[in-house]
């Protein structure tokens, strides 16, 4: 951004200012290069109309980044600083899977000076924002390793307590099995993460290959140990009242949000191919 819009950094490391990042739209799907939203240049403003899909907290934050291409559907993708409570917006909240809120988006001519728009000039920011979703969907990898370590550890303090037949479950050796295969492929979702990591620090140019890998092992590793953590508490797990339904809530969300592991690995195909 300009040196004036920089100056907001320091509000946002400090929470005094929100912001959501509204990109997907209601037919893009995971595409990350499908932007129908439109930003005409009025004057010295921008009137910006479109939709955009159901974002996290968008219907608390203060400000929200929306993206849009400029003057048709065939110009550069620009990003834009639009307040939450501008003339124009229709926020519909709802729920996700994990019982975090969120809302839509739909602009109807909201009209937002020139200088909200990130960076100078006209320049396409797909670029950019494809970086942006890379570090999003490395993050969503690294909490979900973390939920993935926590609700292995919860299913561990279960076993050790419930009986069966007289005996502790943790003393059954085909559930000992099913304990230690979670553990493993929480150390191998782990391994890829970190690796992923070390490649950003580094400056790596297979950097953004080494995300792709960790978000489709940490996506089919989520998935199995959600599972394996439900079935071992029995009937129980899918209740409200037990906290692992809840972590494999947002162990299904981390998977699919960003990209599913079968969309990363169509990109990782077509870009070794």
């Known amino acids: 951004g300009t040196q004036?819009?920089?100056?907001?950094?320091?509000?946002i490391a400090e929470g005094k200012l929100m912001l959501a990042f509204c990109h997907a739209e209601p037919?893009?799907?995971?595409?990350?290069?499908?932007v129908r939203t439109i930003a005409r240049r009025e004057g010295n403003d921008y009137v910006i109309d479109g939709a955009k899909s159901h974002t996290i907290a968008a219907h608390a934050v203060d400000t929200l980044i929306v993206s849009a291409r400029l003057g048709s559907d065939k110009g550069p993708v620009a990003l834009f600083l639009v307040p939450r409570t501008s003339a124009g917006i229709k926020l519909s909240p709802a729920p996700a899977l994990d019982g975090r809120r969120g809302?839509?988006?739909?602009?109807?001519?909201?009209?937002?000076?020139a200088s909200a728009k990130l960076g100078d000039g006209d320049k396409d920011q797909t670029a950019t924002i494809s970086?942006?979703?890379?570090?999003?969907?490395?993050?969503?990898?690294?909490?979900?390793?973390?939920?993935?370590?926590?609700?292995?550890?919860?299913t561990?303090?279960?076993?050790?307590?419930?009986?069966q037949f007289g005996e502790?479950?943790?003393?059954?050796?085909?559930?000992?099995?099913?304990?230690v295969d979670?553990?493993?492929?929480?150390?191998?979702?782990?391994?890829?993460?970190?690796?992923?990591l070390q490649a950003i620090d580094d400056g790596d140019p297979q950097a953004r290959q080494a995300i792709w890998k960790a978000k489709i092992k940490t996506a089919q590793c989520a998935r199995f140990v959600g599972g394996q953590a439900i079935q071992l508490h029995g009937g129980m797990g899918m209740?409200?009242?037990?906290?692992?339904?809840h972590y494999y809530k947002r162990l299904a969300m981390c998977e699919s949000l960003l990209g599913d592991a079968e969309w990363y690995l169509k990109q990782l195909a077509a870009e070794v191919a």
């Open 27 to 34: 037919d893009s799907g995971y595409a990350r290069d499908y």
């Open 131 to 154: 970086e942006i979703l890379d570090r999003g969907a490395i993050a969503l990898c690294a909490e979900a390793v973390g939920a993935m370590a926590a609700v292995t550890q919860i």
């Open 156 to 163: 561990v303090d279960y076993l050790k307590t419930r009986k």
């Open 239 to 245: 209740t409200d009242e037990l906290v692992v339904g």
């Open 182 to 196: 979670m553990s493993v492929t929480t150390e191998e979702a782990r391994a890829l993460v970190h690796a992923a």
């Open 168 to 179: 502790l479950l943790s003393k059954f050796q085909v559930l000992q099995h099913r304990l």
């Open 103 to 113: 809302a839509a988006v739909t602009l109807t001519g909201v009209r937002v000076p």
């Open 4 to 11: 004036d819009q920089q100056k907001l950094l320091g509000e």
